[in-house]
């Protein structure tokens, strides 16, 4: 509200539009247990401080927007690429045109924002980037791009919709197994044909190009590293067997393997077919983007530059309308009043409706009896099993409960070699092996659980391993879990 309001100087658009933001697809596919996804309010309290930065030139301005980005590198370290990027182009491209303003000064306020972010997030960011760049947590280019948005996916509603999701499912076949979680990134149509309107009707020329910037990089940025289809996986086009054969002989596929991955090269070779790079490819390669996994969480970034369009253009949409009814007769002067506010109140409900969902399916963390269990026995770590990762993710949980060490480390806790290296151990180790490991271990508690989602040859097969551990004996065999 506050961002839109100071673009356009219209409350009714900042409110109705500011309102639909709140139930963006994206917010909504990330609640059901992305929490710091959920904190996108930063980003538009950033680019309120930019406008009111580049209308008021006051250095207070300034200081509001480096406190704001920071609070979006708090909340999530993928905000903190997004807005570290987003908000400089934002602000360069939103002042280009200002020839009255001293460029000395603007480049003080811009270091005084600069500094102020910095100082706020360093002491919580400085032992993170220390802890990744030694452990090399690079990730993979496979991994970005089957989480990568394809073109279509863009403007792909959810098939979550309470009635439009049906219908989508039934048209297009890759949205079936849509994931609704990481891949719905869309703004609406309504939204977006709101904004087809600012790009074309607002006179707002430097604020429309700065919006338009922020889409375009929130797409394509979006988009990831190379194509994808709809479904995920990477496009590949077929190329005729004597340019393939020039590729190999030019050692050009020696080159796509350097840039893309074995994994990708392999794909290519075997299907004498090319892929097509986006600038993302390029992007990836530098510190900090390198560990961005799920590029298509860039897609909050195009969702706010849509809003900006679309009030942008709903606010040009009005004028346009009102003025025409000034100037007719005195009986249209209820409809210069009234027409805006109905208008409004329309596109605000059409919005809503466009990003209505069914309700998602929550999950109760109740303490097991094995986690009472635990609390009331001797200090040791644990060791639960099967190795299953949707399990280990409710070992973490369970140790709020009981408060025992865990062997496996929580999530991300352990340098991934450690965790790695002991997993294998595991699978491989067997009898008084696997006693010694787990005496390494410090383990003093194993717990076999018995999820429903987990096949029962995978229980027993640890059974069977458990009943060979020298040592090893049954304390407890409680609801589900011995």
């Known amino acids: 509200f506050l961002w839109l309001a100071a673009m356009t100087g219209n409350r009714a658009v900042a409110m109705v539009l500011g309102v639909a933001s709140a139930f963006l697809p994206y917010r909504l596919g990330h609640l059901p247990g992305h929490f710091p996804l959920m904190a996108t309010q930063w980003f538009p309290f950033a680019f309120y401080a930019a406008e009111r930065y580049a209308r008021s030139r006051r250095a207070a301005w300034a200081v509001g927007m480096g406190l704001m980005a920071a609070g979006a590198a708090l909340s999530s370290w993928y905000y903190l690429v997004f807005v570290a990027l987003a908000l400089p182009a934002y602000l360069v491209l939103r002042l280009r045109r200002d020839e009255g303003y001293p460029r000395l000064r603007a480049l003080r306020d811009c270091a005084l924002s600069a500094g102020v972010f910095l100082l706020t997030i360093v002491p919580f960011g400085l032992p993170y980037l220390t802890d990744s760049t030694s452990n090399e947590r690079k990730r993979d280019l496979t991994e970005m791009i089957a989480l990568s948005i394809s073109p279509i996916e863009l403007i792909t509603p959810s098939v979550r919709h309470f009635w439009m999701g049906s219908w989508i499912a039934e048209a297009v076949p890759w949205a079936q197994n849509q994931n609704f979680v990481e891949r719905v990134v869309t703004p609406g149509f309504v939204v977006m044909l709101l904004g087809i309107a600012g790009l074309f009707l607002s006179r707002r020329r430097a604020l429309v190009a700065a919006l338009v910037m922020l ?59 090319i892929v097509l790079p986006l600038p993302y490819v390029i992007l990836h390669r530098l510190p900090v983007l390198s560990q961005v996994r799920a590029v298509g969480r860039w897609g909050i970034v195009m969702n706010f530059a849509a809003l900006g369009l679309a009030a942008l253009g709903l606010s040009a949409l009005l004028h346009r309308w009102t003025s025409r009814a000034t100037t007719s007769r005195p009986r249209y002067a209820m409809l210069r009043r009234g027409l805006p506010i109905l208008l409004c109140l329309l596109v605000g409900a059409v919005a809503l409706v466009e990003y209505w969902q069914r309700p998602y399916g929550t999950v109760r963390l109740a303490p097991r009896s094995v986690d009472e269990w635990l609390s009331q026995q001797p200090f040791g770590a644990v060791l639960e099993l099967p190795l299953d990762p949707f399990a280990q993710r ?16 929580l999530s991300g806790s352990f340098p991934p070699p450690v965790a790695v290296e002991r997993q294998a151990k595991l699978e491989t180790s067997r009898g008084a092996a696997l006693a010694r490991a787990l005496c390494d271990w410090r383990a003093r508690y194993v717990v076999l659980n018995r999820y429903r989602w987990i096949e029962t040859a995978e229980i027993e097969r640890w059974e069977a391993v458990l009943g060979d551990v020298p040592g090893l004996r049954l304390a407890a065999d409680l609801e589900g879990t011995r």
């Open 394 to 409: 409710r070992s973490v949980y369970a140790r709020v409960d009981h408060g025992l060490p865990m062997t496996l480390g």
């Open 215 to 273: 889409a375009l990089v929130g797409s394509m940025a979006a988009m990831g590293p190379l194509l994808t289809h709809a479904d995920g996986q990477l496009l590949r086009i077929k190329v005729s067997a004597p340019l393939w054969s020039w590729l190999e002989s030019s050692k050009a596929t020696d080159l796509f393997e350097g840039w893309f991955g074995p994994e990708v090269a392999a794909a290519m070779r075997s299907e004498e077919a």
